[in-house]
């Protein structure tokens, strides 16, 4: 609840100061229509790879399950449902989790890259996402997280937080806005996790689709695109 009333709060400062204000302190909303684009590439990419762990007899689909985030569903209503909640899973969450998000994305995408950008934007990026991985050690090492506690684990989580970290260094750079950044992160949360629990579970996490090896690899694939725009040559601003 929390959470939502500082989002609420936001949005009300906003509305009274304007974008003005928050330009000034770095907090500008941007380019929402490229933030909107990057959001439904997110959501394909993730239902993408839950169809190959599927087809591919990596994961296991879920099935029609009696609840759906605790919520008693219908048999006759559940796909309804299913498309209902993954709508919620793109939006809602990652609206309602703002405030958890927009602290990582202000002090790595809105502070340290812009620091790091004397040395070009395209390795601020990589050592952004490296620092970031380095960030999400604790973590790992309670087991609390998809990577475990393992050699492999810390080196495939490395790997992820890198790539996925340029991604949204290109949100920030491609929006002019860390806002966009926050919400990324808050849809890729909720999304993967709406995949494992209601889509298609991989049997083995490393070696699968999603945020497994290939996964991985198809990330690469994404980053290597991305990393073609021009936007990556904009000149540095020192303030």
């Not at 009300?12 to 928050?22: I, V």
């Not at 209503?77 to 919620?88: D, N």
């Not at 808050?186 to 490393?206: D, I, T």
Request: glycine fraction near 10%; charged fraction near 10%.
């Amino acid at each position: 609840m929390l959470f939502v009333l500082w989002t609420l709060l936001v949005i009300q400062c906003y509305r009274r100061y304007g974008d003005s204000a928050f330009r000034r302190v770095g907090l500008q909303l941007g380019n929402p229509d490229v933030g909107v684009r990057l959001v439904i590439g997110i959501l394909l990419f993730f239902l993408i790879q839950a169809g190959l762990n599927w087809a591919l007899d990596l994961g296991e689909f879920q099935g029609i399950q009696e609840r759906i985030e605790g919520i008693p569903v219908p048999g006759w209503l559940y796909p309804f449902a299913l498309v209902a909640f993954l709508l919620l899973a793109v939006i809602g969450n990652p609206l309602g989790s703002l405030a958890a998000t927009f602290g990582e994305e202000y002090g790595w995408r809105g502070f340290l890259l812009r620091e790091l950008s004397p040395v070009g934007w395209r390795l601020a990026a990589i050592i952004t996402g490296l620092v970031w991985a380095v960030w999400h050690i604790p973590i790992i090492l309670s087991g609390a997280h998809t990577y475990p506690p393992t050699l492999t684990g810390f080196l495939f989580a490395g790997l992820f937080f890198t790539l996925w970290g340029i991604v949204q260094s290109y949100a920030v750079l491609k929006t002019g806005s860390v806002w966009v950044a926050a919400f990324l992160h808050g849809v890729v949360n909720s999304v993967y996790a709406f995949v494992l629990n209601y889509l298609v579970r991989p049997e083995n996490k490393l070696f699968s689709f999603g945020l497994g090896a290939y996964g991985l690899a198809c990330l690469l694939l994404v980053v290597l695109f991305i990393w073609r725009d021009p936007i990556w040559q904009q000149p540095v601003v020192v303030d």
